[in-house]
Nanobody
Framework: QVRLVESGGGLVQAGGSLRLACVVS????????MGWYRQAPGKLREFLAR???????VYAASVKGRFTISRDNAKNTVYLQMNRLKPEDTATYYC???????WGQGTQVTVSS
């Protein structure tokens, strides 16, 4: 079955950067549209960014201009470069196919003020 493993989260000060990675196993990545999402405590999961199988991208207004989604099909990996982080970016971050497979465990991002 398909497995998603997110990594790269951590604690960072406001204004800092992190690069998240999502390794997909059990399926070939290159034919799938992929997305990044986040969920803060007590809130619904939020869409952040999408990358198509041919590399076109879409971003939520809350992260546009600060976050960049990319993919390396040879490594079966999707990335999320996050710059100019804000305390309100604190959440658990997830990646998934669009439409979704089963969700992975996510990676925690904490931004201190």
């Amino acid at each position: 079955q398909v497995r998603l493993v997110e990594s790269g989260g951590g604690l960072v000060q406001a204004g800092g950067s992190l690069r998240l990675a999502c390794v997909v196993s059990g399926s070939i990545l290159n034919s799938n549209d992929m997305g990044w999402y986040r969920q803060a405590p007590g809130k619904l999961r939020e869409f952040l960014a999408r990358i198509s199988s041919v590399g076109s991208t879409v971003y939520a207004a809350s992260v546009k201009g600060r976050f960049t989604i990319s993919r390396d099909n040879a490594k079966n990996t999707v990335y999320l470069q996050m710059n100019r982080l804000k305390p309100e970016d604190t959440a658990t971050y997830y990646c998934n196919r669009i439409p979704a497979w089963a969700w992975g465990q996510g990676t925690q991002v904490t931004v201190s003020s």
